[in-house]
């Protein structure tokens, strides 16, 4: 069964980073796009970034633009979510997933779309 396993999450001061991971089991993350969400309390599940892994395009939301980024380790079947000058606002449950397209460029923005998600794992950001 396909599993991703998100980890990574943790309390931090406004300004701190965390490193979110995201690995997958009997998914190949080099064929499959890739979105890290985010869902705060009483809150609709708002999209944070998302990839496409054939032409290695990307886009982050506004609101994270410049603090957070992605990256992969193909060798280890994992993505990163590198997320520095976190700020109260970015407090929030963190998910990732996946979907297969076969498109060069597609990037997948909406929640629905994605067929594979993580469990997710919990960022507070203190004030």
């Known amino acids: 069964d396909v599993q991703l396993q998100a980890s990574g999450g943790g309390m931090v001061q406004t300004g701190g980073s965390l490193r979110l991971s995201c690995t997958a089991s009997d998914l190949d993350f080099d064929e499959y796009e890739i979105g890290w969400f985010r869902q705060a309390p009483g809150k609709e599940r708002e999209e944070v970034a998302c990839?496409?892994?054939?032409?290695?395009?990307?886009t982050y939301v506004d609101s994270v633009k410049g603090r957070f980024t992605f990256s992969r380790d193909n060798a280890k079947n994992t993505v990163y979510l590198q997320m520095n000058s976190l700020k109260p606002e970015d407090t929030a449950v963190y998910l990732c997933a996946a979907m297969y397209t076969n498109s060069y460029s597609y990037l997948p923005h909406n929640a629905y779309l994605y067929t594979y998600w993580g469990q997710g794992t919990q960022v507070t950001v203190s004030s």
């Open positions: 990839f496409n892994s054939g032409d290695r395009s990307g």
